[in-house]
């Protein structure tokens, strides 16, 4: 295994990633949806989400810079090619929520690179750690490469609330990142001074999410500020 390793650090920056569901029904699986699935998933989202769009044009206003997954996909590979990068001597890992939504992005890279290695879990931290690192790097096809995305995800409505998204078949408009929104919450109120750090904050039924809010409790000062 040659370490070479080449890393997407994301806070999503695809428009679909922001997007509301299609409000269209899909037949729910309990495995990764089917190739047809994702193409018709695709093509309802092309036809609402066009770019240049109102909405398409509505993310790009709140996040500058912000391409299609597609778009992101064919610069990755162009510029990976160029290296040596190809689907049979790279594996692909991922660092993202283990919102449904994120699948999407995870999904345009697993149609290209071939299924991935999940060290993923909330909020998109890396919570296989270690061990799960370790592992990762021993499944590196021999001389070959690995390719890493990993970020943060965000929503945003169709009439532009960001932190919030629609979800296809749900009423109820939801919070995205909703762990990441729920550990802010809690820091701005230790930060505030309506609160105190619990130190019994780790306990191993909600584990991931305990330490997302650990893992940003010395930021208080920045993400108030932001």
């Given at each position: 295994?040659?370490?070479?390793?080449?890393?997407?650090?994301?806070?999503?920056?695809?428009?679909?990633?922001?997007?509301?569901?299609?409000?269209?029904?899909?037949r729910v699986?309990?495995?990764?949806?089917?190739?047809?699935?994702?193409?018709?998933?695709?093509?309802?989202?092309?036809?609402?989400?066009?770019?240049?769009?109102?909405?398409?044009?509505?993310?790009?206003?709140?996040?500058?810079?912000?391409?299609?997954?597609?778009?992101?996909?064919?610069?990755?590979?162009?510029?990976?090619?160029?290296?040596?990068?190809?689907?049979?001597?790279?594996?692909?890992?991922?660092?993202?929520?283990a919102d449904?939504?994120?699948?999407?992005?995870?999904?345009?890279?697993?149609?290209?690179?071939?299924?991935?290695?999940?060290?993923?879990?909330?909020?998109?931290?890396?919570?296989?750690?270690?061990?799960?690192?370790?592992?990762?790097?021993?499944?590196?096809?021999?001389?070959?490469?690995?390719?890493?995305?990993?970020?943060?995800?965000?929503?945003?409505?169709?009439?532009?609330?960001?932190?919030?998204?629609?979800?296809?078949?749900?009423?109820?408009?939801?919070?995205?990142?909703?762990?990441?929104?729920?550990?802010?919450?809690?820091?701005?109120?230790?930060?505030?001074?309506?609160?105190?750090?619990?130190?019994?904050?780790?306990?191993?039924?909600?584990?991931?999410?305990?330490?997302?809010?650990?893992?940003?409790?010395?930021?208080?000062?920045?993400?108030?500020?932001?």
């Amino acid at each position: 295994m040659r370490a070479s390793t080449a890393a997407i650090a994301l806070l999503i920056t695809a428009s679909e990633a922001f997007m509301p569901s299609p409000q269209q029904p899909l037949r729910v699986q309990q495995h990764r949806q089917s190739t047809s699935e994702l193409n018709l998933f695709r093509e309802l989202k092309n036809k609402i989400f066009k770019r240049d769009s109102p909405f398409d044009k509505m993310v790009r206003k709140s996040f500058p810079g912000a391409i299609s997954n597609t778009d992101l996909s064919k610069r990755v590979v162009k510029a990976l090619d160029a290296k040596g990068f190809t689907p049979e001597n790279t594996l692909l890992a991922t660092s993202v929520c283990a919102d449904e939504l994120a699948r999407v992005l995870e999904d345009e890279f697993v149609d290209i690179y071939g299924t991935n290695f999940n060290l993923g879990g909330l909020s998109g931290f890396p919570f296989a750690g270690n061990t799960g690192w370790g592992a990762m790097s021993a499944h590196v096809p021999d001389g070959g490469y690995c390719l890493t995305i990993h970020g943060p995800h965000v929503g945003i409505t169709q009439d532009g609330v960001i932190g919030k998204v629609e979800r296809s078949g749900i009423a109820l408009v939801d919070s995205c990142c909703g762990s990441a929104i729920a550990a802010s919450n809690y820091l701005k109120a230790i930060t505030d001074g309506d609160a105190s750090i619990n130190p019994n904050l780790q306990s191993f039924s909600d584990f991931q999410q305990s330490a997302v809010q650990e893992l940003i409790l010395p930021f208080g000062k920045r993400l108030n500020d932001a």
